[in-house]
């Protein structure tokens, strides 16, 4: 079986999913965590895309992002789990392997779209039961440390949140 194509359109925003290796809960260890969402960060502060909502979960992520207009979703993705693999690695001082090759992506259509993709983020550490509230998990945008790209303008006319 051959890699997957993913659907690079220009101005599209995207959710997106990648899993650790062999499902391994990497990120339980908040320093490792922690590494992932400066990665995430440092790639959006360098214009790679615009970030909307994120959760780094114990054993994966989920992103909703629109790409630069020079960068695609798989080069967005690569800086991404690239970096922080090469991040944790000299933290650790180990060469593990971190992603499962590849992600799955999804094109959001539509303002409704946009809002259940932005609710499955945050509700996702309290569907896992790690927090009560989503703004509790420490990893994810929902928690009112970080200051997230907003709500593309296409789907600001009927988007409720």
């Excluded at 490792?32 to 895309?49: L, P, Q, S």
């Excluded at 080069?75 to 001082?93: C, D, E, P, T, Y």
Aim: proline residues 5%; hydrophobic residues 40%; aromatic residues 12%.
């Amino acid at each position: 079986m051959g890699r997957l194509e993913h659907r690079t359109s220009p101005a599209c925003t995207y959710f997106v999913t990648t899993k650790t290796w062999q499902n391994r809960t990497l990120f339980k260890v908040a320093e490792v965590a922690d590494t992932v969402v400066g990665r995430i960060f440092e790639c959006r502060d360098n214009g790679v895309y615009l970030l909307h909502e994120f959760v780094v979960m114990p054993d994966h992520l989920h992103l909703l992002l629109t790409p630069g207009d020079t960068t695609t979703l798989e080069k967005a993705m690569q800086l991404i789990k690239g970096g922080s693999s090469f991040n944790i690695h000299q933290l650790r001082s180990h060469a593990m392997q971190v992603w499962l090759p590849g992600f799955h992506d999804w094109t959001i259509r539509d303002s409704a779209d946009y809002e259940a993709k932005r609710e499955y983020i945050w509700m996702n550490p309290v569907r896992a039961r790690l927090v009560e509230r989503p703004e509790d998990w420490p990893y994810a945008s929902a928690a009112s440390r970080f200051e997230m790209d907003g709500v593309p303008e296409r789907f600001k006319n009927d988007f409720r949140g």
